[in-house]
Structure formats: C-alpha cells, structure tokens
C-alpha cells in the first residue's frame, strides 16, 4: 500500500517557501501547515507546547518525511521528531531541498539529520537537485525531477524494526 499520509520534518524559518513547494505536488498529505505567527504562539508556549503539537501531528501519520535544506541538520525539533518516528517505528525517509526555489534562488546542500539523531541509521535520503552545463542549480529541473520522484521515494523509506 501506498503511503500517503505523512509527517513532514523541517526548519521552519529558512525553509518554510520550499516547503510549500513541495506541499503543492500533492502525491501526498502532510500535517497542516502553520503560518508564522501560529508557530510562533505555539513556541511561546514553551518546550511542552511544542511537543504536544508534533505528538498530535505525527500521531496517525504513515511515514515521516524529513525535508532537508541547508541548516535542517542544527535544528532541534527536527532531530526529535527524527527519534520520536524510530522510537514508534514509523517509516523514515529524507528527501533534500535546497535546490528548489526560495524567492528566485537556490542554497547550498546541508548536512544529514539522521547522522544527528541518536540510534537512528540506514535511513534513505534522495537529492532532486538537477544542474545546467555551468554546474548552477536549475531550480525547474530540480523540482520536475522531486514531482516525479516524491511519492517512489517516500515509498522507499525505512522502517526500524
């Protein structure tokens, strides 16, 4: 079966636009995105705000789809919802997106989240990023090549067992 529904991981203030991007494919269903201001009152809240609303999101989601841009690896939150998806045995997968689009221009590749997480491993993370003759990012081509991909890919994420 297909997994369709799923949790989507990332930095939230640096990424935010690629994610949408990815979101708008629609091959599959990800929690509800909150705007910034909505983040920001759930932050305010404190550290157990923040992990009530990632318990709720995660919980009947089929796999956990960690997007990676150039800073994901540094952040905190993702690095839980990382651990919390082995600890439940949900399907893990990264997919990069620092060669889509954010306001006309791409970013440099960051490091992998999953080398971060504690007991995490084997973890499958595919890289859209396609390139022109020069060796510049070609933002269109990358995010042809992630609507092409994502769903395959995400099928392909790894469970602990």
């Known amino acids: 079966m297909a997994i369709k529904t799923v949790f989507y991981?990332?930095?939230y203030e640096r990424d935010v636009n690629r994610v949408q991007l990815v979101r708008h494919i629609r091959a599959l269903q990800g929690q509800p995105m909150l705007k910034s201001q909505q983040w920001e009152e759930v932050k305010?809240?404190?550290?157990?705000?923040i992990v009530n609303w990632i318990d709720k999101e995660m919980r009947y989601k089929r796999a956990v789809v960690v997007l990676i841009g150039q800073e994901t690896a540094g952040r905190e939150w993702v690095i839980y919802e990382i651990e919390k998806a082995w600890q439940e045995k949900k399907p893990l997968v990264g997919v990069r997106i620092h060669g889509l689009s954010s306001f006309g221009s791409a970013d440099r590749a960051g490091a992998n989240p999953f080398d971060k997480a504690s007991g995490v491993s084997g973890?499958?993370?595919?890289d859209p990023t396609r390139t022109d003759w020069w060796g510049n990012i070609d933002t269109k081509a990358t995010y042809a090549n992630l609507v092409n991909n994502l769903?395959?890919?995400v099928a392909q994420a790894k469970v602990r067992r």
């Open 9 to 11: 991981s990332f930095h």
């Open 123 to 126: 973890i499958p993370v595919f």
């Open 151 to 153: 769903e395959g890919w």
């Open 44 to 49: 305010r809240r404190g550290q157990r705000a």
